[in-house]
T-cell receptor
Framework: DAKTTQPPSMDCAEGRAANLPCNHSTISGNEYVYWYRQIHSQGPQYIIHGLKNNETNEMASLIITEDRKSSTLILPHATLRDTAVYYCIVRVAHPRGSNYKLTFGKGTLLTVNP | NAGVTQTPKFRVLKTGQSMTLLCAQDMNHEYMYWYRQDPGMGLRLIHYSVGEGTTAKGEVPDGYNVSRLKKQNFLLGLESAAPSQTSVYFC??????????????FGQGTRLTVV
């Protein structure tokens, strides 16, 4: 799986959009970009994933650059409850392969301030 | 539908003792994972399973064994606990669907202290 690089921490004002970047310059064509978050020692929670098109769901939007070497997770209106560590993960898409696993890095600690 | 349930939630072991952590999921997921998380660190994969009766090593498998005798259960065993195994352990499961899996669901964690 391709490695990812994220800033260790970011701040955001409540009610503003939070834009979390992730670099994955070695991503290959069959690898997806996944985002998870972990709120204070709880189990991680899935947010969104995508291959090459931008994706949006009720939680966030995922913007993937055309060359797929980086992506941005957007929380449109951050709240205090969005304070968490956000993990960007790149992994192979094909199931049942021997390398099929979900590997986490250190992520970005997003702090939403009142 | 309980999702992913980990048992126990807390445990204190003495060095050299053994124990088994149980992970149960009721979503008929094929893939299951065991992670550990140490203070200030991300999650590290210990072992995982791509189906009933199969297991594979992750990043930090030493000192742990696993079994997946039933599709819904994934057991993590510590044969001889060491203080270095003090950590929070998370189990997860995911469903394989088409060309990519769906989201992975995580349990609430087991806080293990080895003294």
């Amino acid at each position: 799986d391709a490695k990812t690089t994220q800033p260790p921490s970011m701040d955001c004002a409540e009610g503003r959009a939070a834009n979390l970047p992730c670099n994955h310059s070695t991503i290959s064509g069959n690898e997806y970009v996944y985002w998870y978050r972990q709120i204070h020692s709880q189990g991680p929670q899935y947010i969104i994933h995508g291959l090459k098109n931008n994706e949006t769901n009720e939680m966030a939007s995922l913007i993937i650059t055309e060359d797929r070497k980086s992506s941005t997770l957007i929380l449109p209106h951050a709240t205090l409850r969005d304070t968490a560590v956000y993990y960007c993960i790149v992994r192979v898409a094909h199931p049942r392969g021997s390398n099929y696993k979900l590997t986490f890095g250190k992520g970005t600690l997003l702090t939403v301030n009142p | 539908n309980a999702g992913v349930t980990q048992t126990p939630k807390f445990r204190v072991l003495k060095t050299g003792q053994s124990m088994t952590l149980l992970c149960a999921q009721d979503m008929n997921h094929e893939y299951m994972y065991w992670y550990r998380q140490d203070p200030g660190m991300g999650l590290r994969l210990i072992h995982y399973s791509v189906g009933e009766g199969t297991t594979a090593k992750g990043e930090v498998p030493d000192g742990y064994n696993v079994s997946r005798l039933k599709k819904q259960n994934f057991l993590l065993g510590l044969e001889s606990a060491a203080p270095s195994q003090t950590s929070v352990y998370f189990c997860a499961s995911s469903l394989v669907s088409g060309r990519s899996d769906t989201e992975a669901f995580f349990g609430q964690g087991t806080r293990l202290t080895v003294v």
